[in-house]
């Protein structure tokens, strides 16, 4: 009476239920990316926010910090430092540009990226547009 | 006298994945009403912008649809192939007016520009609403497939548990649309 | 071995250990760094040892899967792979792909790096995982679609099974996932959304394909389980990888700019990513349990079912425990997340890419089925040796987690600065190096396997 479960069943509902969410997750993705104007602040991501993300990326600044809770676990979260460091551009680029060249013996030690005043305050004010944008309220408090 | 084995309608798998997908949408609900008591004023104002005459005609819809599946499975059962496939396209055709009713529903919402991100009430009912909606589509797939196997003779009283299967599948979208209904749109 | 294109396979799973073997080195150097902050400062800062020990862990899975693929598909399909000769050309342009973007790590500063491979054209580097120069990401699609064509040329003139389908669906997919690799656009946001395309609908999508078809293989070849069952449930298995794994994206969409509703999406569907890992657990207990004859190579066995534990706790539990948004809101970005991250890779792809090779290098060898006893036992002892270290690596990490998230973001005014409670929370990461060291220790029995009992007859079973 009963054929039992079949492979062709079981192929039928991997094909079918794969392709439902995957359309699901595209309906959803494209939803997002229209709504995010709401909350990216890209009113604010000006052509040195845009060159600040370039020296974020090439000095590969994710390698040992976060941005939004993502990246490495070495050293703070920079998603809110703009904030945490009383809302200073200026804090952020004094903590880069004096970077010692041989670190601080014993402690983890930031690089000394000799970067240029204009790659410095692009950063910053990369750091600064970070911090600004609508994440729901993360992270749960200013040590990030 | 021989010994009946009792087991859900269909074959197994079908009851796993209805299980899983009762579970979704059970903690989807639970999530709906837990929120809502947090967001009475929110939730009460917006729940009046939705058109319970629509939702209303799509649950008779539904209700006759899972009526004439039922008829279906009766008539294969019989060996009266012809009915079961005439039953089975009638079901089709009700689940299709659900679709129709909801599809303007949210082409009206969307026009008023109305998002996942509007507020939290829309954010669930649309969650919700939506995708139950898929699932139905999915059904409907499904009983599509189930008529023309009928069609083309492949089941009879002796093997038809394909047809119970999907049978099942599709009394499982209804039962949460009668879940959805007064919960979203009455309460 | 019924083909001797088959033979292919060898480079690529000696280049997946000798690599594997490289990434330990510089994980052990990470460990150290984390208590000992200027170690090897600055002539390897921590950034760096962390691409080369990343880069090293995808590229060496990568050579697994490649391996593994070379063998397994001709094997399934029943006829030799369409060009031996693409697949050894292949191999020594990503090796020297591979080796060349390791150096360039580590000799040079990154930002040179980026200068020197002219990243300013079509910038993709910096991202995490994703730190190679463009040219050498180019050459990783041209590498992946070389491989691609080969495999399914090979499907299309033999056999079909369905674990040949589902594995090259699985490498299909990984193809094309990896090209969202190319997508940097300067808006933050966009770019955090679409680089879980690449991470996520990788390890937590289409990698389970690939591991699923090559679990599904090993029991088929070592319990004699009827392959038609082995196949319903290997279906069954992906399914709901996909069902659960592709809203679950929304689990890595809380907190990076996206709509709020992700939060209920990707904490429903992602708490149900366990039950594929689940099922493969059962699955793969289940097939030994009712196995038809005892295979020679037990090593290959105790991979396999290691795997499939490994991966269900690493991957499915301890993801989990850190799934739901309001426990996420808490941990994100946390030692939590490194604790799951290394038990998920190491159970789930790091095992089955061991167990493959297990089960195929004996025979790659020259051997019929099986190493001798002594070779097994001393790779056993590795098996354990590995995996004892890296559950103890997760319990240390999880500790350091639970404190670092309570001292650092639950203490109200009392919170402390990150630094601060890193310095409190060294004790566990002093634990962490040693049960690293020791995973170290494991991997040297692991190579020294291979070359104990070579001369002694292989395992048999009584009959």
Known sequence: MSQGFTKSMARNIFYGGSMFFFLLLLVLTFDTVKSLPQTDNRENLTEQVAKGKHVWENNNCIGCHTLMGEGAYFAPELGNVYKRMGNSKEAIIAFIKFRPKNGIPGRRSMPQFNLTDDELDAVAEFLKYVSEINNQNWPPNIQG | ?187 | MKHTSQMVAKPYFIAAIALFVGQILFGVIMGMQYVVGDFLFPEIPFNVARMVHTNLLIVWLLFGFMGAAYYMVPDEAETELHSPLLAKVMFWIFLAAGVVTILGYLLVPYATLAEITMNDLLPTMGREFLEQPTIIKIGIVIVALAFLYNIGMTILKGRKTVINLVLLIGLVGLAVFFLFAFYNPSNIVLDKLFWWFVVHLWVEGVWELILGSLLAYVLIKTTGVDREVIEKWLYVIIAMALITGLIGTGHHFFWIGTPGYWQWWGSIFSAMEPIPFFMMTIFAFNMVNKRRRQHPNKAAVLWALGCSVMAFLGAGVWGFMHTLSFVNYYTHGSQITAAHGHMAFYGAYVMIVLAIISYAMPMLNGRKAANSMKAQVVEMWSFWLMTISMVFITLFLTAAGILQVYLQRMNGDASLPFMVVQDKIEIFYWMREGAGIIFLIGLVVYIASFFVGRDQPEAEMPK
């Open chain 2, 1 to 187: 006298m021989t010994k009946v084995t009792r087991h859900p309608p269909g074959e197994i798998i079908i009851w796993l994945f209805i299980m899983a997908e009762l579970l979704v949408f059970g903690l989807f609900f639970a999530a709906y009403a837990i929120t809502r008591i947090d967001n009475i004023e929110l939730f009460e104002l917006y729940q009046q912008n939705l058109d319970t005459t629509a939702a209303l005609y799509n649950t008779i819809a539904l209700l006759s649809s899972s009526y004439f599946v039922i008829r279906s499975v009766i008539a294969i059962k019989a060996d009266e192939q012809k009915n079961a496939y005439r039953w089975m396209l009638l079901a089709i055709v009700m689940g299709l007016v659900f679709i129709v009713i909801k599809t303007d529903e949210f082409a009206h919402h969307i026009d008023n520009g109305i998002t996942l991100s509007t507020n939290t009430f829309y954010m669930f009912y649309l969650s919700l609403a939506f995708f139950h909606y898929l699932h139905v589509i999915l059904g409907l797939v499904i009983l599509g497939v189930l008529a023309r196997n009928i069609n083309k003779g492949m089941y009879s009283s002796k093997e038809n548990s394909s047809v119970e299967t999907g049978a099942s599948y599709w009394h499982m979208v209804d039962l949460v649309w009668l879940i959805l209904f007064p919960l979203v749109y009455v309460m």
